[in-house]
């Protein structure tokens, strides 16, 4: 009954569980381990029934040794009853041995366990920290994907803008070339316009050339004349004149008025154009410059 009581008492073995091959096999030591102690249990149950008979017998054995005086026979009893409690303690010594060597296991496969799961925690933090980067990865390219497409908007504004300038400025070209033909063809009748009036400023001076020539001619035959001609004797007290000769010495004085006046402006006016032909005659004969009008 007693051992019957001691196997119901037993622990239970703990549920199967999915566990690594590793805990499988120490989960099957602690197993082994278990039913060692059960069986320790029942062998320390039997030892102490052993016991308690052997007692019982010895009391026997004694009461009828003193009784009878059978000493030997209670002693070879005795001798026969403590071999039973040496195998006991013996397989005790055992299963001490194996337990303790059951719990060393235990305790290396608990180690090697907290190592693989502090490894296990070095890896997930090593994956957190390569999500982490792969974030900021990811963040970075994003950023550098939004600032190429900020740079290209304004490469293309860029673009447009010069291509507007490219238009503008051949448009200005082009605008600055006809100006110039247009210059260059005003400067040309210009140039024309004033060749032709040189030209007939010229005629016109050597005509006035002439005419003055032909008149300092005269003018010197005058003097020439008025100078040889010997002083008229004193006139007689004139008479008192008539009124025909009094218009004609008037009209003698007028025309030699004139005649002196005439000479003057034609002088004068040979000063002119003799300092307007040497201002246009200096330097290269380029004819006189003028302020030129361009039209447009």
Not at 132 to 160: C, D, F, H, N, S
Not at 244 to 253: F, N
Not at 254 to 268: C, I, L, R, V
Request: proline fraction near 7%; aromatic fraction near 2%; hydrophobic fraction near 35%.
């Amino acid at each position: 009954s007693r051992v019957r009581q001691a196997l119901f008492l037993a622990p239970s073995p703990p549920p199967k569980v999915k566990a690594t091959k590793d805990e499988g096999v120490a989960r099957g030591r602690c197993e082994e381990a278990g039913r060692l102690r059960c069986e320790a249990v029942v062998l320390h149950l039997a030892l102490a029934q052993l016991e308690s008979e052997a007692i019982e017998e010895a009391v026997l054995v004694a009461g009828a040794a003193a009784a009878t005086g059978a000493k030997v026979e209670a002693a070879a009893s005795a001798a026969a009853l403590t071999a039973p409690e040496t195998k006991a303690e013996v397989a005790e010594r055992e299963l001490a041995v194996e337990i303790a060597q059951l719990e060393g296991e235990i305790a290396d496969l608990t180690d090697r366990r907290e190592a693989a799961t502090a490894a296990a925690a070095a890896a997930m933090e090593k994956q957190r920290q390569s999500e982490a980067l792969t974030l900021e990865l990811r963040a970075k390219q994003e950023a550098l994907l939004e600032g190429g497409i900020a740079m290209r908007a304004e490469a293309e504004t860029l673009r447009v803008k010069y291509a507007a300038a490219q238009r503008e400025l051949e448009e200005t070209a082009l605008a600055y070339m006809q100006h110039k033909d247009e210059a260059n063809r005003m400067l040309a009748d210009e140039r024309s316009k004033l060749e032709h009036e040189r030209s007939t400023q010229l005629a016109q001076l050597a005509t006035q050339r002439s005419s003055l020539a032909h008149l300092k001619r005269e003018l010197d035959e005058q003097r020439g004349a008025f100078a040889n001609k010997p002083p008229p004797p004193p006139p007689p007290p004139p008479p008192s004149p008539s009124p025909q000769q009094l218009q004609q010495s008037q009209q003698q004085q007028q025309s030699q008025q004139q005649s002196q006046q005439h000479y003057q402006q034609h002088h004068h006016h040979q000063q002119q154009h003799q300092q307007h032909w040497n201002h246009g005659h200096d330097g290269n004969h380029a004819p006189p410059s003028r302020p030129t009008q361009l039209r447009g």
